[in-house]
């Protein structure tokens, strides 16, 4: 399975943005789907996961009741909804992807094999 993400951009403090991360050479059946993302001298940060298996959702507490993620399995592809943006959003956002991964460690970007490129997201104050 690859992943390709995008929908990255310019936008201001309070609007909104929709990523999308799209599989191919395969389904993601089965699989976590997270996004991260990065800025320059930082530690790559969880921002959110969908598991397969019952579909529960996960956020990191910085985007909890802004940010929504979203699988479409009939279209291989999964969603990040960002809502309110605020400039400390600003980074590199990532799709990955696990079979394996545990529950309590989804956040850990270490326990991801497969990953996309990233969208650059930048938020203006």
């Known amino acids: 399975v690859q992943l390709q993400a995008s929908g990255g951009g310019l936008v201001q403090a309070g609007a909104s943005l929709t990523l999308h991360c799209a599989a191919s050479?395969?389904?993601?059946?089965?699989?976590?789907m997270a996004w991260f993302r990065q800025v320059p001298g930082k530690e790559r940060e969880f921002v959110a996961a969908?598991?397969?298996?019952?579909?529960?959702?996960y956020y990191a507490d910085s985007v909890k009741g802004r940010f929504t993620i979203i699988r479409d399995n009939a279209k291989n592809t999964v969603y990040l909804q960002m809502n309110s943006l605020k400039p400390e959003d600003t980074g590199v956002y990532s799709c990955?992807?696990?079979?394996?991964?545990?529950?309590?460690?989804?956040?850990?970007?270490?326990?991801?094999?497969?990953w996309g490129q990233g969208t650059l997201v930048t938020v203006s104050s």
């Open positions: 990955a992807a696990c079979r394996t991964c545990i529950l309590s460690s989804l956040g850990n970007h270490q326990q991801y094999p497969i």
């Open positions: 969908k598991r397969w298996s019952g579909g529960n959702t």
């Open positions: 050479g395969g389904t993601f059946s089965g699989y976590t």
